[in-house]
């Protein structure tokens, strides 16, 4: 037996959807801001990175496909999280992350609160020097 949710009136979601995260090399992105969050969906490729910084708030990250880990830093010690397809994974605030990309990804992502990043400078250097990432562009090295 199938069954499915009855179809309303059509109606207009108003998310207010705006490319935010596109980077030549790296992949698209689009983001809103809803009840005082900020949301974003991105496509990332294989050899460039998300990340590499620290938010005042957590951040959630829900894996549509593809293959990726968080690297975090916490108490000092290195870990590695594996991300999952459909499984949310999040990131504590004020905790260095960055995004290491094994298959070109799409994820779903949002924080609680605006989207505000400082750089975690030098910490995942050997995951920043072979690949391309935002803040590439951001400080003119591209």
Not at 31 to 45: C, H, I, M, N, P
Not at 122 to 137: L, R, S, V
Request: no cysteine.
């Amino acid at each position: 037996m199938h069954w499915g949710y009855p179809i309303g009136e059509e109606t207009t979601l108003s998310l207010n959807l705006k490319e935010w995260g596109t980077f030549e090399g790296i992949g698209q992105g689009y983001a809103f801001k809803r009840d005082g969050k900020f949301y974003s969906v991105l496509e990332t490729k294989v050899g460039s990175y998300r990340g590499n910084h620290i938010h005042p708030s957590t951040q959630y990250t829900l894996l549509l496909s593809g293959k990726a880990d968080y690297v975090l830093i916490e108490d000092g010690v290195e870990k590695t999280i594996p991300l999952k397809v459909g499984k949310i994974t999040s990131v504590e605030a004020g905790v260095p992350h960055i995004m290491v990309v094994h298959d070109d990804i799409t994820t779903f992502e949002w924080w609680d609160g605006d989207f505000i990043a400082e750089p975690a400078g030098e910490k995942f250097k050997k995951y920043t020097a072979t690949t391309i990432g935002p803040e590439d562009f951001l400080t003119g090295e591209v």
